[in-house]
């Protein structure tokens, strides 16, 4: 891995992608800095510990706690283009756009920007009205009013506007995936703060109490950064055969009986069941708040007993990762599609009979998949949030989803830039192969 990052440094054209790609991601963490109009962000960072305001913080970096310009991010994209994917397979007129090649999939992805400038305006109301209610998160000299909500939501939305253009540019121009890269950037932002918290910790401890409970925590965040990257990269490979010469990748016909296979990955749905499981839960916490004075029984139960990390909790949150997990998956891992799609192509899976057979062949697979695949969210939800218990460690935000997130792009970068020196190898050889076929001419 490092050789390649090393390989790319020493090329000129990587070198400015990769130069490149940094200067933005430096001026996105800028804006970060930046806190928006009329909000008194040490109030406002109490509010955004725990829950989905906590998952959605971590994302943005701490953007939300300060509630920055760039507070909400790339977070309604992300949504949109969740929302959009899931469209595609259920609404015609998006599935045949999909199917248009690069012509439509610029007009989805038109579509999405919109829906994501329409769904930032409606959150960044949301988190606009929350935090002028009662005035107690608003800046001296700012009134609750319809000026303040005003600024707050023209500023959120210019800055999702302005995120969502650095992660284009950084996709078309840099190195990697725009988007994904600001996540992680935002996520690992904060470990610096956080890991001098903790260090405080060892320091204020003449007897040396805290030195094997924070050994223990970062074997354990070791062991899950292994596991992830383990499980990333699992895949099922279902061979399968054609009968026929069919074309390739690049174009060029391929020979009958050629055998390869088709990958299912373990974890397909990614972190989204997690962060759909986190925004259910968030419902709870609202009918707390709504509840004190009108049912203060009703609202001392769920402070009780559905408060973040207790029990009943944990339970409800295994439960929607694993509903959502197998819900999401249906959605993008068709049988059907793609066994109506091997039988066009002239393939078939050894020992399985086309059409309806295949179909059920590889919803049985994807099936067994998922439920491994929902283990794995679940436990890399759980085990933070038991550690974290155990080790009383609270300074350092210890978060599945965020390593998850970290780890995948780090694979996905790298894949991109092992590709792209691959194939400037390959131009390095057939240029050197053309000149030395000249100079023998010549001879």
Do not use: C, H
């Not at 030195?211 to 383990?230: D, P, Q």
């Not at 091997?342 to 697979?365: H, K, M, N, S, Y």
């Not at 460690?393 to 965020?402: A, D, H, L, R």
């Not at 092992?418 to 390095?428: C, I, K, N, P, S």
Request: hydrophobic share 50%; charged share 15%; glycine share 10%.
């Amino acid at each position: 891995m490092l050789r390649a990052f090393r390989d790319a440094f020493r090329i000129p054209d990587l070198q400015r992608k990769i130069v490149f790609t940094l200067l933005l991601l430096a001026v996105y963490r800028l804006g970060s800095t930046i806190p928006t109009p009329g909000v008194n962000s040490a109030a406002l960072q109490q509010a955004t510990s725990g829950g989905l305001f906590g998952l959605i913080s971590m994302i943005s970096g701490g953007n939300l706690s300060q509630f920055s310009i760039f507070a909400l991010g790339v977070l309604p994209y992300i949504t949109a283009s969740i929302v959009i994917q899931l469209m595609t397979t259920t609404i015609p007129a998006l599935e045949k756009l999909s199917k248009e090649g690069e012509e439509g999939r610029k007009k989805i992805n038109q579509y999405t920007r919109f829906a994501a400038v329409g769904l930032g305006t409606v959150q960044a109301l949301f988190f606009s009205l929350f935090i002028s209610n009662g005035g107690q998160y608003l800046a001296p000299g700012w009134d609750p009013g319809i000026f303040t909500i005003l600024v707050m939501v023209l500023t959120q939305v210019a800055g999702i506007a302005f995120t969502m253009w650095i992660g284009e540019r950084m996709t078309e121009v840099g190195v990697g995936n725009g988007i994904s890269l600001i996540i992680t950037a935002g996520i690992i932002a904060a470990y610096p703060r956080e890991i001098a918290a903790t260090a405080q910790l060892v320091s204020a401890d003449p007897e040396g109490n805290w030195v094997l409970r924070i050994l223990a925590f970062v074997a354990v965040v070791l062991l899950t950064i292994a596991g992830i990257v383990y499980v990333y990269q699992a895949e099922r490979r279902v061979p399968v055969t054609y009968a026929r010469a069919r074309g390739g990748a690049a174009g060029t016909a391929r020979g009958a009986g050629q055998a390869t296979w088709l990958p299912i990955k373990v974890n397909q749905a990614g972190v989204i069941p997690v962060i759909f499981a986190s925004a259910m839960l968030i419902i709870p916490n609202l009918l707390q708040q709504g509840t004190v004075t009108r049912a203060p029984n009703v609202s001392a139960w769920i402070a009780t007993y559905l408060a973040f990390g207790q029990p009943l909790y944990i339970a409800l949150e295994s439960l929607l990762i694993f509903g959502f997990t197998y819900l999401y998956n249906s959605v993008q891992f068709d049988p059907k599609r793609i066994a109506e799609q091997l039988r066009e192509a002239g393939g078939f899976i050894p020992g399985v009979r086309p059409g309806t057979p295949t179909a059920d062949f590889l919803g049985t697979i994807s099936g067994r998949l998922s439920l491994w695949g929902a283990i794995f969210l679940v436990v890399l939800t759980i085990v933070p949030q038991l550690v974290q218990k155990a080790t009383g460690i609270t300074t350092f935000q210890f978060s599945g989803t965020g390593l998850l997130i970290i780890v995948g792009v780090a694979l996905e970068t790298l894949k991109q830039l092992e590709a792209q020196l691959t194939v400037r190898r390959y131009d390095g050889f057939i240029s050197k192969g053309r000149i030395r076929g000249r100079m023998n001419r010549d001879n």
